[in-house]
């Protein structure tokens, strides 16, 4: 089945350690995003990338990297410079990079803790 | 710069009464909007958008959704709530990529929808 697919679904992280969220999506989509939530936040947007080799800050870009070097994938590396990171983490995945309908398909997420 | 409200971070139904979230936007062009459903820890799924075709829009699971341009409101509804509607809903705006514009999505802070037996 297509879909999107995220790991850890759980991830725990002493303080000062950086971590990689891995997503991949096999729908054929150009863009990916990164989202993240927080209680009563909503969803807020970290990186977006259109299209492979290419990627953009969103909101809250400080403290994360990502890298898009195959079409299917699209880690988020959250760094020691993240001071609050423990939140849920979603990937999601738009077929013409939001351009036309902006309709969007997520992953399962992953909870990340740090300790 | 677009934005979108959702009125009430909580609310609770009875099971089999009308279910009524809140949404109004900004946007300074014609807006895309969704609704976004999420059960506890997973993503987020689509229920349904409007596209500027028919203001009055029907999604799964029994929900709709009216685009009012006067309000700027896009309300979500249905008419019957059921044990298994419980969940927290996202209202979500975009622009059309007029220009240099990315089209991404801003989403509102969220509804927790309870529903009583």
């Known amino acids: 089945d297509g879909g999107i697919t995220q790991s850890p679904k759980y991830l725990f992280r002493k303080e000062g350690q950086n971590v990689t969220l891995s997503c991949e999506q096999n729908?054929?989509?150009?863009?990916m995003y990164w989202y993240r939530q927080d209680p009563g936040q909503g969803l807020r947007l970290i990186y977006y990338?259109?299209?492979?080799?290419?990627?953009q800050k969103g909101d809250i870009a400080e403290g994360y990297s990502v890298s898009r070097e195959k079409k299917e994938s699209f880690p988020l590396t959250v760094t020691s410079a993240q001071k609050n990171p423990t939140a849920f983490y979603l990937c999601?995945?738009?077929?013409?990079?939001?351009?036309?309908?902006?309709?969007?398909?997520f992953g399962e997420g992953s909870r990340l803790t740090v300790l | 710069a677009q934005s979108v409200t959702q009125l009430g971070s909580h609310v609770s139904v009875s099971e089999g009464a009308l279910v009524l979230l809140r949404c109004n936007y900004s946007s300074s062009v014609p807006p895309y909007l969704f609704w976004y459903v999420q059960y506890p820890n997973q993503g987020l799924q689509l229920l349904l958008k409007?596209?500027?075709?028919?203001?009055l829009v029907k999604g799964i699971n029994g929900f709709e959704a009216e685009f009012k341009k006067s309000e700027t409101s896009f309300h979500l509804t249905k008419p019957s709530a059921h044990m298994s509607d419980a969940a927290e809903y996202f209202c979500a705006v975009s622009d059309r990529g007029y220009g240099g514009s990315q089209g991404n999505l801003i989403f509102g802070k969220g509804t927790k929808l309870s529903v009583k037996p």
């Open positions: 990338s259109q299209i492979v080799n290419d990627f």
């Open positions: 729908l054929n989509h150009d863009a």
């Open positions: 409007y596209t500027s075709a028919a203001t």
């Open positions: 999601a995945s738009s077929i013409t990079g939001g351009k036309i309908t902006g309709e969007l398909f």
